[in-house]
C-alpha cells in the first residue's frame, strides 16, 4: 500500500509557492521595461541603480525618463502587485469563510461599502490624510465592514448564518451603496466630481504616498490571513465541528472578515473598484490544484498580483498614448480564461 | 471515578424544555448509549457534551473540568465528537481531514510533526481508511465517509469520544462495522465514549449502560437488560414493542410488533 | 463592477456631452434662404442631425432646449421667453436656474415633456429621437458644431429659427470679427507652446477633432495630444515625455492636484506653475461665450502681448 507523506506533499507545494513568487518578480521587473513611452532597458536599469544610491546617474539620461521610471512605473507596478493579491486573498478568504464559491468582494457587498465610505470622504470637507492617519482608507474600510456586517446579521439566526442569505444580503447591500455612492455623486458639488472619477477603478495615479499610506497595513494583514489556511480548512467542516476540532469559531470569523475586509477597503482606497480578480484567482487555484486553503490562499494571492499586473501592463500600454480603464482589461482577459478553466473542469465539483 | 458528570442540567430554548434536569454519570472506560424518540433531547445532549452549547442552568464536567469553561483548543484535547451529518467541502483529501483532528495540539503557526503524522496514520488504519488517503472526500460511499470522520476524531487522541447517531444514515453492514470499530476503540484505548443512537438493538448489543430520555426527561438508566423493556419502550415510542434476545448471545432485541 | 462601468460611461458621457462639444464632423446645413430681410419666411425648411428636412411651420414659441449651448444662443439672443424647459445641468446664464427642468440626457421625463405642451424640442444627440416622435411632439435633432465656424453659423440658424433674423446674424458675426481680431492680436507669435488639457484628475484629455483642439490650433497652441481623436483617457507617461509647456485645467483643483503630483515634477509647466484654471464650460458649450475662453487663453499664453 503506497501512502504519500504530509511532508512531500507539503514541499511540492511550497515549491510551486515559490516559483509562482518568481515568476510575479520576473515580471515585475520586466514590466517596468514597458510603458506607453519607450525607454531603452539599459537606461531602466540605470535609473533604478541611481536611485538605489548604488551608482549616479548618466548624464545622457533625460529627467523625463528618471520621473517615469520611478514616480510613475514602479509605484504603479506595486500597486498593482498589491492590490492583485489583496483582493484575491479577500476572495479565498471569504469564499472559505463563507463557505461559497460566490463570494467575494464585490458580491458581499464589501468593495461598493468602501466606495460608499471613501466617497463620503471625498464629497465632504473630511480631510483625506489627517495626521498621518489615512481616513480615506479607514473610512473605505468603515464602509466595507458596515456592507459585511449588514449582511451577516441579516443572514444569521441563532448561531448559524446562512450562506445563500449572506450572498443576497450583500447583492442589496452593494446595490444600495452603489446607489448611494451615484446619488452623492451626481449630487456632489460640480468642482468634486472629477475627484470621484478615482472610484471606477485604475492604477493611473498612484504615487508613493499612496502606497506607502497603506502598505504596512497590507503586510500586517495579509501575513495574518497566511496563518489561518489550517483554521479556514477546519471551518469547512461546520462551525460545530470546528469548534469540537478546536478552533474558536468566533475569534476566527471576527479576525479573517475583519481582515480581508480591511485588505478590500485599503485596496479600494487607493485604486477604486477593480472587479473579478476577488471572484477568479481563488476559484483558478482551486481548480488546478484542490481547495487547501493553506497553499490556495497565498496562491490565489500570487496569481492574482500577476494577473492585475499584466492587465495593469495592457491597460496602459496597448492604446498608447491612450489609456484603458484596467478593470476592462481584467474582464476581457479573465472571464474567457476563466470559462476555459471551468469547462477544462466541468466534471468536478466546485 | 467518574469521566463525564452531567449535574441538573436544563436547556430552555425559545420558552420550552429541551432538557429538564437531567443528571448522569459516566464511567471511565464504558459505552453509554442515550435512546429516545426524535425530539426526545439526545442531540441536545451531544452538544452539551461537546461544550457547543451552554445549559442554562447545572454543570457538567469531563474529567472533572466544567466543559464550559474550557477553550476551544483543551475542549478539542479532551472530547471528540463525531456529528450525526458532518459537514465537508468537496474536493479536500482524506488525509487533509483525518490531519486535521490533530489541530487541539497544535499551534497556531506550528506544523505538523512526523508524531502527528503517525497519530494520524494509526487512526486511519485502525478504521481501515489508510487506502483512501489521497481519495477526495466525496468520491466516498457514506460508510467510508463515516469512517474517515471516526478516524479524524481518534485523531484527536481524547480520552473521550462523542458519537451522535453515527449510524443513521448507514445500511446494516455498514452499521454493524462502524459499531464493531468504535466497540474496539472502546476496549484497547480505554477511550470512553458517549453515544446517541437510534437502534436499540444496536444500542442493546454494544453499549454498558443505557439511559432512555423522552421530552428532555431521564425515564429510565441502566443496563441494556434493565432499560429495554416492553412497557417502558411502548408506552415512549407509541408502539406495541417486543424483546427477544439475540440467538447468539441472548442481549435484548427489540422489535415492534406488527398488527395483522 | 458592472453598475461601475455603467457609472463610468455616465461620468465620461457627463464630460463628454454636457462639458465638451461633440465629436462629429458633419456639419448642418442651413437650407433656407438668408436673405438681408428682418423676418423669416414661414414654412422654413433645414435639413436635421439624420440629413432629413425637418418644417416649421411658424416659428417655435414653446421650445424645450435639452441642450446647454442651443440655451446660451437663445438668451444672446433674447429669446429667452421661448425656452420652456431645459435639462438638468444647464447653468449659464445664472437667470437659468429658473427654468424648469425635464431631465438629463440618459433619463428624460417623458410625462413631464408631454405636459409642458411644447411645439418644439431640440436635441443634440439622437438617443430619444424615437421615443419623441412617438409622443408627437415636433423634434428638431442637429448635432452640436464641432468647429467655431459651425458655431457662429449655429449662431445664425437659431435666429432665422427663432425669427431674429438680425439679431442671429449679429452675433454670429460679432462672434467670427472677436475671433479674427484675438488672432491677428498674436499674429506675430512664431514659437508654437505646447499645452496639456487637463479634463479631470485620473488624465482624462481632448484630442484632435475636438473644439478644445480648434481652439488650441487658432491661438498657436500645439495641444500635445494632437495624436489621439476625440476624448480619451492618457497615461501619465505620455505627460511627462511630452513635456507640456502650459497646463489647461477645467475643474478647480486641478491646479493643486497637478502640482501636488510627484510624477509631474519634471514637466515645464508644472515647474513654471504655467497652469490655468478655467471654467470648462468656456471651451466647451458651443455658444457665444467660447470668445470668453479664447480670450482667457490667450492671455495666458502670451501675457507679453496682453499686457501691452
Known sequence: ?350 | MNKIQIQDVNVVLNGSDIVNNISLEIKKGEIFGVIGPNGSGKTTLVRLLSGLLNPNSGQINVNDSSISNLSAKERGKLVAVVSQNPEYSPGFKVWDIVISGRNPHLGMIQRESIRDVMVAKNAMERVDVLHLSDRSIETLSGGERQRVFLARALTQESSVLILDEPTSNLDIGYQISIMEYIKEINQNSEITVFIAIHDLSVAGHYCDRIALINCGEVINIGTPEKVLNEETLSMIYGTNIIIVPHPNDASPMVVPKFNN | MKKFSILTLYLVSFLVIFGCSNVSDSESKVDAELTDSVSTTFPLDIIDGYGKTFTFEKSPERIIVIDSAAVEILYDLGAEDRILATHDFVNYPPLVTEVPRIGNAFALNYEKIVSLEPDLIYIFFDGPYEDLVALDIPVLYIESPTTLEGVAERIKLWGTIINKKNAGEKSSNDFLQSLSKIESKISDVESFPSVYHDVSPDWWTSGSGTLAYEMFDRLKARNIFDDIEGWSQVSVEQIVDRNPQFVLSVYPEGREMLLTTEALRSVDAIRNQKILTIEGDLIAIEGPRLINGMTTIAEFLYPDIYRE
Open chain 1, 1 to 350: 500500500m503506497v501512502v504519500k507523506f504530509q511532508n512531500s506533499y507539503r514541499l511540492g507545494n511550497t515549491t510551486i509557492i515559490i516559483f509562482f513568487v518568481g515568476i510575479l518578480l520576473l515580471f515585475s521587473i520586466l514590466a517596468v521595461g514597458f510603458g506607453s513611452v519607450q525607454i531603452p532597458p539599459m537606461s531602466v536599469v540605470q535609473i533604478i541603480i541611481s536611485k538605489l544610491q548604488i551608482s549616479s546617474l548618466d548624464q545622457g539620461i533625460p529627467n523625463s525618463w528618471v520621473t517615469i521610471v520611478w514616480d510613475i512605473r514602479i509605484p504603479r507596478i506595486i500597486a498593482a502587485v498589491i492590490a492583485g493579491y489583496s483582493l484575491a486573498v479577500s476572495g479565498a478568504v471569504y469564499q472559505g469563510l463563507f463557505r461559497n464559491p460566490l463570494a467575494d468582494p464585490y458580491l458581499i457587498g464589501v468593495a461598493s461599502g468602501a466606495g460608499l465610505g471613501a466617497t463620503i470622504v471625498l464629497v465632504t470637507d473630511v480631510p483625506v490624510i489627517w495626521f498621518g492617519a489615512p481616513i480615506l482608507s479607514i473610512a473605505a474600510f468603515i464602509g466595507g465592514s458596515g456592507a459585511v456586517l449588514c449582511g451577516y446579521l441579516i443572514s444569521r439566526t441563532g448561531n448559524r448564518v446562512s450562506l445563500g442569505t449572506l450572498i443576497l444580503a450583500g447583492v442589496a447591500v452593494g446595490s444600495f451603496s452603489g446607489a448611494m455612492t451615484y446619488f452623492l455623486m451626481i449630487n456632489a458639488d460640480p468642482d468634486v466630481k472629477p475627484l470621484l472619477a478615482w472610484l471606477m477603478g485604475g492604477l493611473s495615479g498612484i504615487e508613493w504616498d499612496d502606497i506607502l499610506m497603506i502598505i504596512p497595513y497590507i503586510l500586517i494583514f495579509a501575513s495574518i490571513v497566511l496563518f489561518y489556511g489550517r483554521t479556514l480548512n477546519i471551518l469547512q467542516f461546520g462551525e460545530q465541528d470546528a469548534s469540537s476540532l478546536g478552533v474558536d469559531v468566533e475569534r476566527t470569523k471576527i479576525i479573517l472578515i475583519l481582515s480581508a475586509t480591511i485588505l478590500t477597503s485599503f485596496v479600494v482606497s487607493i485604486s477604486g473598484l477593480i472587479g473579478f480578480i476577488g471572484l477568479v484567482a481563488p476559484h483558478i487555484i482551486r481548480l488546478l490544484w484542490g481547495p487547501d486553503n493553506r497553499f490556495l490562499i497565498p496562491m490565489a494571492g500570487i496569481m492574482g498580483a500577476i494577473f492585475l499586473l499584466i492587465a495593469d501592463l495592457f491597460a496602459r500600454t496597448i492604446a498608447s498614448p491612450a489609456e484603458i480603464p484596467v478593470g476592462l482589461v481584467t474582464a476581457f482577459l479573465g472571464a474567457p480564461f476563466f470559462l476555459y478553466i471551468l469547462f477544462r473542469n466541468r466534471y468536478q465539483v466546485i
